[in-house]
């Protein structure tokens, strides 16, 4: 999908979202609530063509269960872990207002439930660390 395509389809499903476009990037920004029980959050979707969404929760500040615990399914840049990049349940043919922002919410409804149990019930797995990625070669 080109840039305006992913503008229109998310100026469709998510009306409320603001957006700005500059040097080839565009940027969303907008407020969800996973279930109406939840916390509202501020979110930022940063894209630019041909490469993986980044999405980051900024407002409020995600916390671990216990004090400087990691949060599951994270970056170390603060961005959500939110599919396997390498696996291409994500590609850019695919809208980010259907797929991304989805995905969003889910994570924050586990990321809210493992606030609670301390448990991730989110499956996936643990993003490694650019470092360890470069270690390995990918």
Request: proline content about 8%.
């Amino acid at each position: 999908m080109t840039i305006s395509q992913q503008k229109a389809t998310m100026r469709k499903y998510f009306p409320q979202f603001s957006q700005t476009w500059k040097k080839g990037t565009i940027i969303w920004h907008g407020l969800i609530r996973p279930t109406e029980l939840s916390d509202e959050y501020k979110i930022r979707i940063k894209y630019r063509l041909n490469f993986s969404p980044n999405v980051r929760v900024l407002t409020p500040k995600l916390q671990g269960v216990r004090h400087n615990e990691p949060i599951p399914h994270i970056y170390n840049s603060g961005d959500l872990c939110l599919y396997l990049p390498r696996t291409n349940e994500w590609t850019p043919s695919m809208p980010i207002a259907q797929t991304i922002v989805p995905w969003t919410y889910k994570w924050l409804y586990f990321y809210e439930f493992w606030q609670v149990t301390g448990t991730w019930s989110g499956g996936g797995e643990h993003p490694r660390y650019r470092s360890e990625l470069k270690r390995a070669g990918q």
